[in-house]
């Protein structure tokens, strides 16, 4: 892998032959786990601006160029996350000279307060090219951490590492982006909201098309190239006047008092409401006509086999879902195929993968492999590993596992020898199901999809997926040592250094990563779990500390960074005493007498339930504490009496596990989901929020 310093290029091509399609991870971290960015991307002419407002790639515009550009999201890693984003470089179109990569924080915060920024750059097959640390970022609220661009026909890569004191929408302004103030903002905040409404009476209608409109142009060319491992840095930009936003264009504010740009596509999109028509059925006994029909399942092969065909064919029905799967395991954006049971030759006897994906692109094929799993069956390592050599003998990009379990860094599903000798590289990537169902419920929930028809097959895919019939539930078995490592707790005899405890530890992070991607399909927004051990941290070395606290402890423990939620909602589950306890840290109000901040936060959680625990937090320790019910009557009971200053505020609930190891999302793995969800609906969601980065309604163009 190649090191890169500021201003430093390089040639992709001289790093792998393997680079028309690449992926590129942008990663940070700090102190308390709570620091956070959003990336964007650019896309420039030849004079270095965008050509429209449609280049500008964000948040709520996650794929541009056609399909070129994806951003794929966070992804957790083991000390942390990161957010990833793929590039089809040879579909990238051809008036686009330059890709810019960069990150903006909000509220405020600034780069400076974030450690081991960096950027990392990956082939096709997932091998890191190049990393590039971002040192001394200072006090600016928007980075560029690096660009692609053409140059010769090549594609090559420059460390940039510069950063903007004015924040996004300096950024933007610098590429040719549009910014609007804070009064048309909020006018048209009000007309999308308008448009929800009627988008959500009538969502059978189909989308319709609008003309793109055309961004500015000009502004200087492009640096000359450098040498790898030169400090040439290409210099700033000045910042140009924007001239009045044309109807229909990106409107990027201030990041320090106004709401976040949102971009306006030159297609409207379509999604479903979450209320469901009146039924025309006379009683609940008159069944709804399926497209995926279940009742014919018998037992796991059949399973099997309908979940695979089922799922494939949705991919290349819905496109923005084909590639939202596949673009993260290095395919390219093009025309896809699916294919089910397909024989190839393996020695004595033929092998039968349970799909093939294809995707063709300028009359070049990517190719992978699929196997799957339903209904808790584990991976076999010989299926994979014959899979993996027929690859590398075809010459196939790829061997997709697809099951319930969900992958871990360092602890792979499966091992699989990969012969070193072969020029051709395969990459193995696992999908869970529960990520196939969250990207579709974020698809036709909340980002929209191209057409009705295409949001009402992601629903019916999504009602396949939940149903209890289809296997495909995601993790749902704490595993062979669970029951083992409750009873030597209750027992008191689980010593540390058993490797039992490290399994559990396993098993209950994946819990917790399957936790975060239900209900960040809910919410439509990020739900990561939060890591506070040091970068670089072997998690290998990390799950056998935490086996030792639950050792000592008896007690797991994890913690969820919720966007737009003012803490962090904290999980634990102590196996003495059968408890699950949901907890969240929230700070005090800035403003106001002692007994006016107890008031206003009685006020908020007027509509939780009385059974809500609440513990008064004070420099260096704890205060009074209570329950709702006994405090809604006497707010006062919840002050220190000795009149320290109050720092925040503790809310807990509690609930008894399950007492299974969770077959058919049954016993403690229900319970958990139960009590997230719990939580967060009559609680957390009626707390106030400070900071939030993205409006609570949903942009009129997702819809």
């Not at 009045?244 to 990041?255: D, I, L, N």
Request: glycine share 10%; proline share 6%; aromatic share 4%.
């Amino acid at each position: 892998m190649q090191k890169m310093i500021k201003g430093a290029n390089i040639g992709l091509a001289s790093l792998s032959e393997n680079v028309g399609s690449v992926v590129m991870s942008l990663g940070w971290s700090s102190p308390t786990g709570e620091g956070d960015a959003d990336v964007s991307v650019l896309l420039l002419d030849g004079d270095g601006k965008v050509r429209g407002d449609a280049d500008f790639c964000f948040y709520n515009n996650p794929v541009v160029g056609n399909g070129s550009v994806q951003l794929l999201g966070k992804t957790p890693t083991s000390d942390g996350d990161e957010d990833r984003i793929s590039f089809d470089l040879d579909a990238v179109p051809a008036e686009v000279e330059q890709i810019v990569v960069a990150a903006s924080r909000y509220g405020g915060a600034r780069f400076g307060d974030l450690d081991d920024l960096r950027l990392t750059l990956a082939d096709g097959s997932g091998d890191s090219l190049v990393q590039f640390s971002v040192e001394d970022a200072g006090a600016v609220s928007a980075c560029v951490f690096g660009e692609l661009y053409r140059r010769d026909g090549a594609w090559k890569f420059r460390a940039v590492g510069q950063g903007y004191a004015t924040g996004l929408a300096g950024l933007a302004t610098d590429f040719g982006v549009d910014i609007d103030d804070d009064a048309d903002a909020a006018a048209d905040a009000d007309v999308e909201s308008e448009a929800e409404v009627a988008a959500d009476a009538d969502v059978e209608a189909e989308a319709e098309s609008g003309k793109e409109p055309d961004g500015p142009r000009g502004g200087s060319a492009d640096e000359p190239d450098g040498q790898a491992g030169s400090p040439a840095v290409p210099a700033p930009r000045a910042p140009e006047p924007a001239p009045a936003a044309p109807a229909g264009t990106v409107r990027t504010p201030s990041e320090e008092t106004k709401p976040r740009a949102r971009p306006r596509t030159a297609r409207k999109k379509v999604t479903l409401p979450r209320a469901e028509k009146k039924t025309l059925a006379e009683n609940d006994s008159w069944r709804t006509a399926r497209l995926f029909p279940l009742s014919a399942l018998k037992n796991d092969r059949e399973r099997e086999t309908r979940a695979t065909s089922v799922l494939l064919s949705v991919m290349t029905q819905v496109p923005e879902f084909g590639r939202r799967l596949t673009a993260g395991f290095g395919a390219p954006a093009g025309r896809m195929e699916t294919f089910t049971e397909v024989s190839l030759p393996h020695g004595d006897s033929p092998r039968r993968p349970d799909g093939v994906i294809r995707v063709e692109r300028a009359g070049k094929l990517w190719t992978a492999l699929v196997e799957t799993k339903t209904n808790g069956n584990a991976l076999k390592p010989d299926q994979v590993q014959a899979y993996m050599d027929i690859a590398a003998r075809r010459g196939y990009e790829a061997v997709i596992t697809l099951s319930n379990d969900v992958a871990l860094d360092g602890t792979p599903l499966v091992d699989v020898r990969i012969d070193g000798r072969r020029k051709h590289k395969v990459a193995l990537w696992h999908l869970s199901w529960a990520e196939v169902a969250h990207q579709a419920q974020m698809l036709i929930r909340h980002e929209g999809v191209g057409n009705a028809s295409h949001a009402w097959l992601l629903r019916e895919l999504l009602h396949y997926l939940q149903h209890e019939h289809s296997g495909c539930h995601g993790f749902q078995n704490m595993g062979a040592a669970w029951v083992p490592v409750r009873k030597a707790i209750d027992d008191e005899t689980l010593s540390q250094g058993d490797p039992r405890a490290t399994e559990v530890i396993e098993s209950w992070e994946r819990l917790v990563r399957q936790v975060c991607l239900g209900l960040g399909g809910e919410l439509g927004h990020k739900v990561l779990p939060v890591q506070r051990a040091k970068r670089g941290t072997d998690p290998r070395a990390r799950r056998a500390a935490l086996a030792d606290q639950l050792c000592s402890q008896g007690r797991l423990h994890s913690e969820l960074r919720i966007e737009g939620t003012p803490g962090i909602l904290a999980i634990t589950a102590d196996l003495r005493t059968r408890k699950l306890r949901t907890s969240i840290e929230v700070p005090a109000a800035e403003r106001g007498y002692p007994l006016s901040r107890a008031k206003r936060l009685i006020r908020q959680l007027a509509a939780a339930p009385a059974d809500l625990h609440i513990e008064t937090l004070v420099e260096g320790g704890t205060g009074p504490r209570g329950t709702l019910e006994r405090l809604r009557p006497e707010p006062a009971d919840i002050l220190p009496k000795d009149g320290a200053e109050i720092a925040g505020f503790r809310l807990s609930l509690f609930k008894g596990m399950g007492n299974g190891r969770g077959n058919a999302e049954t016993g403690f793995i229900r319970s958990v989901d139960e009590a997230v969800d719990r939580f967060h609906t009559h609680v957390i969601a009626h707390l106030e929020t400070r900071g939030t980065r993205r409006p609570a309604a949903e942009p009129a163009e997702a819809r």
